[in-house]
């Protein structure tokens, strides 16, 4: 699985493809030939990003990150990582996805692996500390990372589980 590779998609794709159907090439119309995923009455003019609030409206996996169920998990994560994963000098402020939300959660789904919708999103095994600076970074290069590896670990894991 990877990332699809449209502007402000992020949806999970399988690892042949660049895009997912919404973001082929030539679909939008919009001068580029990729479709912009951009919530119902959100503007598009030049310069304007989304707010936090107005991604979440359209996107059921960010939305997940202002749930109180996240806020308890995000501070146990803070607390298991004092500091930084990949620095390891600067302490951490951030509870990221090893393996990206949109995977995990997408694999979790489509092997049903919890009852909850959502539980690939809570794996605590697939969270980390990071600073701010690390975690940026960490994210402009993740869309183009093969994670199938790291994901069959932690799937397998889960298999084992269930069965």
Request: charged residues 25%; aromatic residues 6%.
């Amino acid at each position: 699985m990877r990332i699809c590779s449209g502007p402000g998609c992020g949806r999970a794709i399988p690892e042949e493809a660049r895009y997912c159907s919404d973001c082929q090439p030539g679909t939008a119309g919009d001068g580029d030939g990729i479709r912009v995923h951009r919530p119902e009455g959100a503007t598009s003019r030049p310069g304007l990003r989304l707010s936090g609030a107005q991604r979440a409206a359209s996107d059921p996996i960010l939305a997940q990150y202002s749930t109180p169920r996240w806020g308890k998990l995000k501070q146990i994560v803070l607390q298991r990582y004092p500091f930084c994963v990949e620095c390891k000098r600067n302490p951490s402020r951030v509870a990221d996805h090893e393996i990206p939300a949109r995977l995990i959660v997408t694999a979790f789904r489509s092997e049903q692996l919890s009852l909850d919708p959502w539980g690939g999103f809570y794996v605590m095994e697939n969270l980390r500390g990071r600073c701010h600076s690390c975690h940026n970074s960490k994210s402009k290069i993740e869309d183009t990372q093969d994670w199938s590896a790291e994901l069959e670990s932690l799937l397998s894991k889960f298999r084992k589980r269930v069965s």
